[in-house]
């Protein structure tokens, strides 16, 4: 039961709700239009949620190997650095992991595509192949990016535009463009989440050479850019409300804005990294309280 529980804590429940907020926003858009699919919309889901568990197991991998997960972080202890599962025990966990996600994306564009459209199965066959490098060379290896500043390109690309505007090509097999200004908005805010996190261990992982986004901004940039990011979400989704605008309904997520703003205001006043912590939690939910209010306003 020790181990299982070592195991469900590496998976990081909390971040699952963020993961799925994309998939909300892609498929209620497209169910407003007159596309909806149960099939594609849990395949998508299940995709979405592999993923992200592989990311939290390949970052826990990463940065256990590399030593950057130590004594000095602030967050709460991982699986490898508490010793609860060893090295050869994660990765093993991160290959099953990947096999499992590549085979629920494989259905999911069977799913929508079938067998005619060949094009669109292949371009969205490397998303979800590259889907799954990214998530594991984020921390992993030599020339794992995430130690260079680019996690939060990865997080933005493949939790927003592709989150969103992925789903939402697939049940619908063509673009509207419009769809980019909520994928860029969820991206934003899952950028967010990662830049939190990061000024949260600032000081340890520059110390360990792991130079984020935050460590290379400093204290002062790294608020700035998470000012830019969640405000700039909130533009976004606002000016994609006031084009599609049918009824007060579909303004409802407003009250998400709420808590965005208020976390705004104790990142902006905040002095102590530790306290961050918590904000992370208060980001993820918000994020997926939106997207959540969202759907329901495109769909009813």
Not at 207 to 225: F, I, N, Q, R
Request: glycine content about 10%; overall charge neutral.
């Amino acid at each position: 039961m020790k181990k299982i529980n070592s195991w469900v804590n590496a998976a990081r429940l909390r971040t699952l709700p963020l993961s799925i907020s994309g998939i909300l926003v892609g498929s209620t858009i497209a169910a407003q239009q007159g596309y909806f699919s149960l099939g594609i919309f849990s395949l998508a889901l299940a995709t979405t949620l592999g993923l992200q568990v592989l990311s939290n197991f390949a970052n826990d991998y990463g940065d256990g190997v590399k030593g950057t997960d130590n004594d000095e972080r602030i967050g709460p202890q991982r699986a490898i650095q508490s010793g609860l599962i060893t090295h050869s025990e994660m990765k093993t966990g991160i290959i099953l992991t990947s096999i499992i996600t590549l085979i629920l994306a494989v259905c999911l564009i069977y799913a929508s595509f079938g067998r005619e459209n060949f094009l669109y199965s292949l371009i969205f066959m490397v998303l979800g192949v590259a889907s799954i490098v990214a998530a594991i060379k984020y921390t992993v290896g030599n020339s794992a990016y995430g130690y260079r500043g680019l996690g939060d390109i990865f997080v933005f690309i493949f939790f927003g535009i592709v989150a969103v505007f992925g789903s939402f090509f697939l049940y619908v097999n063509d673009f509207d463009w419009a769809v980019l200004m909520p994928a860029a908005a969820i991206g934003f805010l899952s950028a967010g989440v990662l830049n939190l996190n990061n000024m949260r261990d600032r000081v340890p992982d520059e110390k360990s050479g792991k130079m984020t986004l935050a460590v290379k901004l400093g204290e002062k940039g790294a608020k700035a850019y998470h000012y830019f990011l969640i405000i700039g979400a909130i533009l976004l989704m606002a000016a994609y409300s006031a084009l599609v605008f049918e009824g007060w309904d579909d303004i409802v997520f407003y009250l998400a804005f709420i808590p965005l703003v208020l976390h705004l205001k104790r990142v902006m006043q905040n002095e102590s990294p530790a306290l961050l912590d918590p904000e992370l939690k208060v980001l993820a939910l918000s994020t997926f309280a939106l997207s959540l209010l969202f759907g329901l306003g495109q769909v009813f």
